[in-house]
């Protein structure tokens, strides 16, 4: 049975569940960003968690797209009202994820997609912790990871370099996480990727209907 097909089941199943939180993590340049693209791009109903932050906007990024880009004073407002599930600062810039509407979404059987780093993860299993499912993304060599970030083209050699620093400890954070895929190859780690997204919808734990349902088979015999 193809991917494809198993998403189109998935699409139409009789059973309720409760919606998941899709966590993906990595180091600057491992591919996190491509892969949320490719999944989104395969998964429509797949609601991509838009983070706010306080960096300035790259050439390529959309601002409600990419991040919400915003000034440090309004970051300020929205974490002392409560208003994020999880924040951080990362390499001198303030990130985070806008909590309204999440409880909601996943009552409902809505996925939610989070691109954030190891200390916005914690966070977020922290507070969510049955709902969340979190991957990290590994480079395949340290050579390769700076050769994707000097492709890139964004950032000056002084950026490149924080991030390689900081890579040493997101990369040790690895143990913290359900999954763990080397991004090898793209087409296969986004397959593996796929497939966790597959198997953890089926959780019984995850399926509210479940309960009902069954009940309603034993009724019938």
């Not at 968690?49 to 309004?74: A, L, M, Q």
């Amino acid at each position: 049975m193809s991917s494809e097909t198993m998403t189109a089941q998935l699409a139409n199943d009789t059973v309720n569940r409760r919606g998941l939180l899709l966590v993906l993590s990595s180091p600057s340049g491992a591919g996190k960003t491509t892969l949320t693209r490719l999944l989104r791009e395969q998964e429509p109903s797949l609601t991509l968690s838009v983070s706010v932050t306080t960096r300035p906007k790259r050439s390529s990024e959309v601002h409600g797209v990419h991040y919400r880009f915003i000034s440090i004073d309004e970051f300020t407002e929205m974490r002392d009202r409560g208003d994020l599930l999880e924040w951080a600062e990362v390499h001198g810039n303030f990130y985070g994820s806008p909590r309204r509407e999440i409880d909601k979404a996943l009552a409902g059987g809505q996925d939610i997609l989070f691109d954030i780093d190891y200390q916005g993860a914690m966070q977020v299993r922290e507070k969510a912790a049955s709902d969340v499912v979190s991957i990290f993304i590994l480079p395949p060599s340290i050579p390769e990871l700076k050769n994707r970030l000097e492709r890139r083209a964004e950032d000056s050699a002084d950026v490149i370099a924080r991030r390689l620093s900081a890579a040493k400890i997101e990369i040790d954070r690895w143990r913290d996480y359900d999954y763990v895929l080397v991004n090898d190859d793209l087409e296969r780690t986004f397959g593996r990727l796929r497939a966790i997204l597959v198997a953890e919808r089926l959780r019984r734990d995850r399926q509210t209907g479940l309960p009902d349902f069954v009940q309603g088979l034993l009724n019938d015999l």
